[in-house]
């Protein structure tokens, strides 16, 4: 696997290009263009960028009246101010007004590493998930990145979008389809499958590699949409592994662990379980990296997770 | 439309805001008597939209970012024809479109609002559009008083003003009155006017119970060419019934049958005088 680019580059070239061509495209930033990659956007397009300042609240609401005149209008801010201040703008406004704004969280997660708890956002997927009428993706590398991005054109409802700053490795091969909700698999194994959402799927390819070394049968899926959950694909691994492990750079509570946890129970299915995220505990201060290998969303600490639930489900 | 029409249709605006609220037990009365005169004019005197146009991209708008004076948008609605006054018999009822606040699932309601500071930032995303279009539609906003302490009103003003929004108008229902009493005892407005002025909005004040000053105000549109405009509409809470005016209880307080009786009353001697007067002058 090749290191590509970060999936906020792959975001702010791939709406440039789709805009260029299309003028009903309009990006609305709050102090953010920088950070959102999107200064080239601006300077191409002066028309196209709206700027509201750092005003979260107000750049969820102005997105919302300028999606109800029809436009494909792309709300981009970091995604730990935007999910919460924006909160009840994204519920009201946005969702359950019918607006189909994309809500674009940039350097999401832990990206922002040391600049602490108030650039994190690790309650997004929760939050929004029990926000009914508003979809989410997270893509794990630049071609999923491009894949949302183009789907979110003619996506007809309200839509959460959020990806990290790093670069990120390429994880599938360039003619792999991209369909908002329906799962990847990049490789499939009896023994212990990962799935894994956005940043944190690389670790769990990478650990699935080192478990295939040692004669694991390990795979992994890219469960890059959160809602709506692709279902089919996750149920048909959960009843083919014995050990399944979810991973995302979100709080353990509320995203794709508990999700996949309710499908088990709801449909007895009892595979040796455990979801890997950031715990409910005050944060270690660190990089993103350093965060991701401290909590465990890391190649070496995910395989030796793998190794003690097979062993352990093997000895019952 | 003449004045004295639009007299005739505010008593009766009133008297449907009265039987729905009394009809479903429940509803923001002193709130939606006292903006019932600003929607009235709005209506049938100012803005291009109706039942006909409600789909035409060049419509104007109005968002009501007080939500909570619903019934009074719903009065006015209903006679204009967007839907059946029978409809609003359903007011709060199970299953009804028809609830406490507005939602786009009512034929001629814009957005969805309820939940304060939030109607100004979508009627700017809204007037922003229209800009970036080249289309002529003019967006209007009412806020409530009490709503002003939303910091997010303040946001989208600034928003508005930055990008030199003329065809935007922000009215305030400024009855001085919220939930827990006087706006200057609960989070003090004023100096109101100053504050918006240094917003960059022109500001016009107006008594927005006053048919004639409220059609007179909106004639002057826009108060500034470059700048958004701004009606601090004076009115009372409550207006139009005597025990109900400028009195806090009155907030979301449903009429017994004794109060219920006695406003009706009042309505139909208004009535009669202004269709006494009217005859008086012919």
């Known amino acids: ?316 | 439309m003449q004045t004295h029409d639009l007299k005739l249709k505010s008593i009766h605006y009133r008297r449907t805001v009265l039987e729905i609220i009394k009809g479903s037990s429940a509803g923001h009365t002193g709130g939606s008597l006292s903006c019932v005169d600003i929607l009235n004019v709005l209506y049938n005197d100012v803005m291009n939209v109706s039942p006909d146009n409600f789909r035409d991209p060049d419509r104007d708008r109005y968002i009501q970012s007080k939500g909570h004076s619903v019934e009074a948008l719903y009065a006015v609605l209903a006679e204009r024809g967007f839907f059946p006054r029978a409809d609003l018999d359903t007011l709060n009822q199970y299953r009804s479109h028809y609830i406490g606040h507005p939602t786009r699932s009512v034929n001629g309601i814009e957005q969805n609002t309820g939940a304060l500071g939030h109607g100004l930032s979508i009627a700017v995303g809204t007037a922003l559009a229209a800009k970036l279009d080249g289309r002529a539609y003019r967006v209007f906003t009412l806020l409530g008083d009490g709503e002003l302490a939303e910091g997010s009103s303040w946001e989208a003003s600034m928003t508005a003003a930055h990008y030199k929004l003329d065809n935007l108008t922000v009215i305030i229902d400024r009855n001085r009155l919220q939930i827990t009493g006087g706006t200057e005892d609960v989070n003090a407005l004023e100096p109101l006017r100053a504050k918006f002025e240094a917003f960059g909005y022109a500001v016009w004040e107006c008594d927005g119970n006053d048919i004639d000053d409220l059609k007179q105000t909106f004639e002057r549109l826009p108060f500034a060419v470059g700048k958004p405009s701004l009606i601090i509409a004076n009115t009372v809470k409550g207006k139009g019934i005597s025990f109900m005016e400028d009195t806090v209880k009155w907030h979301h307080r449903v009429p017994t049958d004794d109060e219920y009786t006695t406003a009706l009353a009042e309505l139909a001697d208004a009535d009669a005088e202004l269709n006494g007067v009217a005859r008086g002058h012919r």
């Open chain 1, 1 to 316: 696997m090749d290191i590509g680019k970060a999936n906020l580059d792959v975001f702010a070239e791939t709406l440039l290009e789709l805009a260029q061509n299309d003028p009903n495209i309009v990006v609305v930033t709050s102090d953010s263009r920088g950070s959102g990659k999107l200064v080239p956007f601006g300077q191409a397009l002066p028309q196209q960028l709206i700027e509201v300042g750092i005003a979260e609240q107000n750049l969820i609401g102005i997105a919302a009246g300028l999606a109800s005149t029809g436009k494909k209008v792309f709300a981009v801010s970091p995604a730990c101010f935007l999910t919460a201040r924006g909160l009840e703008q994204i519920k009201n406004d946005v969702a359950y007004s019918d607006n189909p704004v994309r809500v674009v969280g940039i350097s999401a997660g832990v990206s922002y590493g040391a600049l602490g708890t108030t650039h994190h956002s690790l309650h997004d997927y929760a939050a929004l998930r029990a926000v009914n009428n508003i979809d989410i993706v997270a893509p794990a590398d630049n071609l999923e990145t491009r894949g949302v991005i183009r789907a979110a054109m003619t996506y007809p409802t309200p839509l959460y979008i959020r990806f990290g700053k790093r670069a990120m490795l390429n994880l599938h091969a360039p003619d792999t389809p991209f369909e908002i909700g329906r799962a990847i698999t990049i490789c499939e194994g009896h023994d212990v499958t990962f799935v894994a959402i956005g940043e944190a799927v690389s670790p769990a390819v990478l650990a699935a590699d080192q478990l295939k070394e040692m004669g694991i049968a390990a795979g992994v899926i890219s469960m890059h949409t959160l809602k709506p959950f692709d279902e089919a694909t996750f149920l048909k691994a959960a009843a083919s592994t014995r050990v399944l492990i979810t991973v995302e750079e979100h709080s353990i509570y509320g995203g794709l662990g508990e999700r996949c946890a309710s499908l088990l129970m709801t449909h007895r299915l009892f595979p040796a379980f455990k979801i890997v995220g950031f715990p409910d505990e005050h944060m270690v201060n660190g990089s993103q990296t350093e965060l991701f290998i401290h909590y465990g969303i890391a190649p070496d600490t995910l395989a030796a997770a793998a190794r003690l639930l097979l062993k352990h489900e093997s000895s019952l």
